[in-house]
């Protein structure tokens, strides 16, 4: 069964960094993993995802140039450096992975999904 767990969440000041883990078991290899993130009271919505066979990345808008995914695919996991935050990226964020190394910004065609790491960006 795969399972996903985050880390690296916290409280942090505007323009501060933080770097989100997430450790990923019970698989072999093929695929995608994103990060999702999801504020009170609004919807889950799309950070980030890196493919695993080509390492091909993708970003949402809001933090093209200021977030870096990147995988590790001999230790099973995929980071997101997150640089210059702002109120705007107070969430709990997630990481998934989908079964055919999509990468698709879309929460639906992801199949597994972690617990969720807090991150909160002070003003």
């Known amino acids: 069964q795969v399972q996903l767990v985050e880390s690296g969440g916290g409280l942090v000041r505007a323009g501060d960094s933080l770097r989100l883990s997430c450790a990923a078991s019970?698989?072999?290899?093929?695929?995608?993993t994103a990060w999702f993130r999801q504020a009170p009271g609004k919807g889950r919505d799309f950070v980030a995802s890196i493919r695993w066979s080509d390492s091909r990345t993708y970003y949402a808008t809001s933090v093209q140039g200021r977030f870096t995914i990147s995988s590790d695919n001999a230790q099973n996991t995929v980071d997101v450096q997150m640089n210059s935050l702002n109120y705007g990226d107070t969430a709990v964020h997630f990481c998934a992975e989908d079964t055919y190394d999509s990468g698709s910004d879309a929460s639906t065609e992801y199949e597994y999904w972690g617990q969720g790491t807090q991150v909160t960006v002070s003003s």
């Open positions: 019970g698989h072999t290899a093929g695929y995608a």
